[in-house]
């Protein structure tokens, strides 16, 4: 076996040994690279109580270098490939995951968010290439079909525009993004928490095959490993990491994608947030963020994302104005002779003066140039507004209560 | 004529020959008394050639004492009074105009922000004291079954609080929450563009009457004056600076009520807006005031209103956080053990063990916590989880991906 090989093999067997995003284990990685690090491993010389412990209970299990080549077996079996810090193709930039800090967060997740050992990788292109330009859309599984709606619109709009669309192949509005992605012919990557051949959620399985044939599926476990429950958290870290910022769409109170979005404000990437009903209990989570996270951005569509994200000058969103008007452009004079006019019966220009409060002499001139632009007319009986020509009549369409 | 009477009759004066919040006006009535700033106008001796165009056109169309004598004998009339500062119900917070400052406002709306000179008032209760706990809620006039909706809800919270709702009797979302404040038989004030004695939209005639019966209708114009156009942004200062709080909750692009928050904001008072889905045209103007107004705070209902607004303790919203469950409180290998364990067939304690990667020691404590707290079963042929009870099975109810 070539050196590089025994590396990669390393590697398997301590993901399959600990956990990913075990601190303990990537900085032994670093320190004494991956075969030294396994042999310390399994020779009981964890640094820690916890991980010797973890290290024993599953080498109780079988052999590490046994599981591991089965492993690499079964993979290429599946038309999988691995892929490590050694490739070309590996995603660099998730080792920014060194700097991430989580406020307040006290479990085990929250805590071991160390860089990935390795990918396991299921689709064509190249890994790295996939994310150099891609956006995270995550959210509730329990989706709304307001949820669902703009968790398509975003993945279309996304890929449409070039970019990469990363979700994590879940029920609801993680579906919605890669749906909209492939529904645009654009390139969508799931991240998984549990082996590349594990369709998790079953009902997914038909998606997670079109996603692969044009896409990527992208996990940190072995072929075959379980979807528990804490790996849906260890998985977000990835999401964060490897994109260049976070859409969250959807959240119930506390829900695994608000920790996402803290995950990528946490290492510095935008974290943005899609508002909703304040009826719904899908967009409390989606509230709580934008009230409790100050770097925590209201975003409404794709604009908006492509604004934070976008390092390119015409994916900025142009500002939301209301269609210019005529009289938009008058002076206060102006405002005030126009809004001095009835709307029905004609009334005299000096009478148009004293409402307006302004003089005789400026009231003509104004007159003539609201004539002009056909905003008044006059009439033998004096003067009126025109007929409004836009929707809605003057009390509803051109005064501004409230 | 007593020198108050004098006093209160060259405000109304002034009222008439020039728009309320003009500032030459304001500081004339300062330094002089408003009789001394009176005769200084009528003589034509107004500090800038706009005020002086402005007092001789509405001069030309009577005589400023007289009119202001027959609207206090139409006030009287009317069952409505003319508050002064010199009375004890005046609203002495308005004078916090003084120091509103609108960012980027060049149009005389925007720079013509001085203090009323006087309010006309229809219903019983004292002015300043129905402002002194009061939380204004404004939007748009085209509001959606949703905006009406929160708006209720608000005006409802608000008010079955002991809080008054304050609005400017406009149909849509002013409407609801007036409707909302009576309905929990609370306090509603609708401050009008126009006289209080002219119900402006008329379709709401019934619900002014309501409004008098029970709260206040609020004027500073002289009865009988028209709701023009550019006199609703006057009125929004009073709005903003009355109350203790302004929530805006559905508003179009540039809207009057997005002007309102901002009068609220220039003014150092909370600025509050209720987000709505991304789809609806009604939200626009609330999405980019939370985007593009840095002290625009987010609020889904009345606790977090409560929150920006109440000095009172009981009054805090408490954080949302879903219901806390048994297994909220496990320690991480609990943890582990627990999400180890399978759904349905029973597996043996060596298999929990490998499986969590948790010694054999801990495990076989773990388990037995577990057991207690009922999350796990104990069987001839090993351990299991316990059947769920939460709705929900295990993979849509307690795993936690996206």
């Known amino acids: 076996m070539s050196a590089l090989a025994e590396r990669r093999l390393a590697r398997v067997a301590l993901t399959w040994l600990t956990e990913p995003g075990t601190w303990s284990v990537h900085r032994l990685v670093d320190q004494l690279g991956p075969v030294a690090a396994l042999d310390l491993l399994l020779d009981g010389g964890a640094p820690d109580r916890a991980l010797r412990s973890a290290v024993a209970a599953r080498s109780a299990g079988g052999d590490a270098r046994a599981v591991a080549e089965q492993a690499l077996a079964r993979t290429e079996r599946l038309g999988a490939r691995l892929v490590t810090p050694e490739d070309d193709e590996w995603p660099a930039q998730v080792a920014v995951l060194s700097r991430l800090v989580l406020r307040g967060g006290a479990r085990r997740v929250d805590l071991q968010t160390a860089p990935p050992l390795c990918f396991w990788v299921r689709g064509a292109g190249p890994l790295g290439q996939a994310f ?61 928490a549990c082996g590349v051949d594990r369709p998790y959620p079953m009902g997914n399985a038909a998606l997670f095959d079109r996603i692969a044939e044009t896409g990527l599926l992208v996990s940190e476990w072995l072929p075959g490993a379980d979807p528990l429950r804490p790996r849906f958290l260890i998985r977000n870290r990835v999401i964060a990491a490897a994109t260049l910022g976070t859409v969250l769409v959807e959240a119930a109170a506390r829900s695994g994608a608000t920790q996402t979005l803290n995950r990528a404000i946490g290492v510095g990437r935008p974290g943005m947030v899609v508002p909703g009903p304040v009826t719904s209990a899908m967009s409390v989570g989606a509230h ?15 604009a908006h994302v492509l604004e934070e994200v976008g390092r390119i000058g015409d994916d900025l969103a142009p500002p939301v104005r209301a269609p210019e008007r005529p009289r938009d452009q008058l002076d206060d004079e102006a405002t ?19 409402r307006a409060g302004v003089d005789l002499r400026t009231t003509m001139r104004k007159l003539s140039m609201l004539e002009e632009l056909a905003l008044v007319i006059r009439r033998d009986d004096g003067y009126a507004l025109a007929p409004v020509e836009e929707s809605g009549n003057r009390a509803t369409g051109t005064s501004t209560p409230a």
């Open 132 to 192: 150099d330009r891609s956006v995270a859309v995550v959210g509730a599984r329990a989706a709304t079909p307001y949820g669902t709606h703009v968790a398509t619109e975003l993945g279309y709009g996304l890929a449409d525009r070039g970019w990469t669309v990363v979700s994590g192949g879940a029920f609801g509005i993680d579906s919605a993004a890669h749906r909209g992605a492939l529904t645009a012919g654009g390139l969508t990557v799931a991240v998984l």
């Open 288 to 302: 709580e963020l934008l009230r409790e996270q100050p770097k925590a951005r209201l975003v409404t569509g794709v």
């Open 336 to 354: 005030q002779v126009l809004e001095a006019l009835p709307r029905r019966k004609p009334i005299s220009l000096e009478s148009v003066a004293a």
